[in-house]
């Protein structure tokens, strides 16, 4: 739903960087969750209250369709996953798998466990506060950065970044110039280079006028890189 209308032209990371595909979606490069390690990080989420979601690079697989957030991804992603009794084979090749809850405790507990017992064979952050992201190791904000820089041929100092979850600081520190949304977190507006406004404001679209576009003052907090 974004590559036509924003004409994008130039390859394009899912997963956290776990697929690149060109925008046909034909996959360029991908880094699937070792099947031993996604079956660990799906026991895991299971075991600590969360529901799981599993991504491969064309199926989006959940088991309870009505559990929390499953409808708003829908909306999001714009297809409808595919509904399981148990992941089976598809931890085989999955290139995401995703923890959901909207208890703040349970995400916490969550992400401690995973990152302490997947830590060298999954990667395991938060992309919002209600999920929790497990992926390759070098499936990650800042590994897309590495790989866009050497596919498109550029410098890191010439790409801009721009995010609001703690995901994003990997790519902030790696970018030329990075820009936090107004929504984001005190920790993570830290680690970049300017505050923008929230997504309710436009924020997105004020930080490509502003530093892209160089349409003048919107009004930014400008601020020292974390």
Do not use: C
């Amino acid at each position: 739903m974004m590559i036509d209308p924003l004409e994008i032209v130039t390859p394009i990371a899912g997963f956290n960087g776990g697929a690149y595909v060109r925008p046909e979606m034909t996959v360029i490069e991908s880094r699937i969750i070792d099947p031993t390690a996604a079956r660990q990080a799906a026991t895991l989420l299971s075991r600590t209250g969360l529901d799981v979601w599993v991504y491969t690079a064309d199926e989006w697989l959940v088991r309870d369709p009505n559990a929390p957030h499953v409808a708003q991804e829908m909306q999001t992603v714009q297809f409808e996953p595919k509904i399981v009794q148990d992941f089976g084979s598809a931890l085989n090749h999955a290139s995401k798998i995703v923890g959901v809850s909207d208890d703040p405790r349970r995400m916490r507990r969550a992400e401690a466990d995973a990152q302490n017992q997947l830590e060298q064979v999954a990667a395991a952050t938060r992309s919002q506060d209600y999920y929790l992201d497990v992926t390759h190791p070098e499936a990650n904000k800042g590994a897309v950065l590495d790989f866009l820089a050497r596919y498109l041929g550029i410098d890191h100092s010439a790409i801009m970044t721009i995010g609001d979850m703690p995901n994003d600081v990997l790519m902030f520190r790696k970018s030329g110039f990075a820009v936090a949304m107004g929504q984001a977190a005190p920790e993570v507006k830290a680690h970049a280079n300017a505050v923008t406004d929230s997504n309710e404001e436009d924020g997105f679209a004020k930080a490509i006028e502003r530093f892209l576009l160089d349409e003048g003052d919107d009004g930014f907090q400008r601020q020292a890189s974390g």
